[in-house]
């Protein structure tokens, strides 16, 4: 369970309640009012130093009066998957945005070999949500992306070519990123 940068600023904005009234209200032990402060103002943008604890976004949750499903997004990954971020891609670009069962319906008809690969990563991710107790219909995809990770383990080959020359065969490997969050 992560914190959902977008929900939160959206929220702080409705609400109207200000960024330093709401560090007040999450100082913890261990972390004084000014840490508080630069973590919220952190969390707003997007960045996740220092990584939010559970506590603290069941804190924010209850100072906002919303449930913590409302804050949060559910992160999963597949790393060094074994084909190239731009095949990879087109799977992810066509599951963005989608509602979290009707992108494991269309994965399980596409016919490309990262299809299986992203679909593990939804599937981890649509669980992890609802261990957390989140509404599991009403999940969608908040963010598909694939990274690339170099050349896959042990495919450094050569071809044979003309003139005694040689060219290698690279196949890449890629980091598939799923993360899901409730309407």
């Known amino acids: 369970m992560m914190l959902s940068a977008k929900k939160l600023d959206n929220i702080i904005k409705t ?6 009234e709401l560090a007040e209200k999450m100082v913890r032990p261990g972390m004084t009012k000014e840490q508080a402060l630069k973590a919220l103002k952190n969390w707003r943008k997007g960045l996740v130093s220092p ?36 095949k990879a891609g087109l799977v992810t670009q066509l599951i963005a945005g989608r509602g979290a069962q009707e992108a494991i319906d269309l994965l399980k008809f596409t016919h490309k070999r990262a299809a299986y690969m992203i679909e593990k990563a939804l599937k981890s991710a649509v669980a992890s949500a609802d261990e957390d107790s989140a509404d599991v219909e009403n999940l969608y995809i908040c963010q598909a992306r694939v990274d690339g990770a170099g050349l896959r383990v042990g495919t450094k080959r050569w071809i044979a070519k003309d003139r005694g020359r040689a060219h290698r065969i690279r196949k890449m490997a890629s980091h598939i990123h799923v993360t899901v969050t409730e309407a």
């Open 15 to 20: 609400i109207g309640i200000s960024v330093i």
């Open 51 to 86: 990584i939010p604890r559970s506590a603290d976004i069941e804190t924010l949750a209850g100072a906002f009066g919303v449930e913590v499903p409302k804050i949060s997004e559910w992160r999963s990954s597949v790393m060094y998957a074994p084909t190239s971020p731009r």
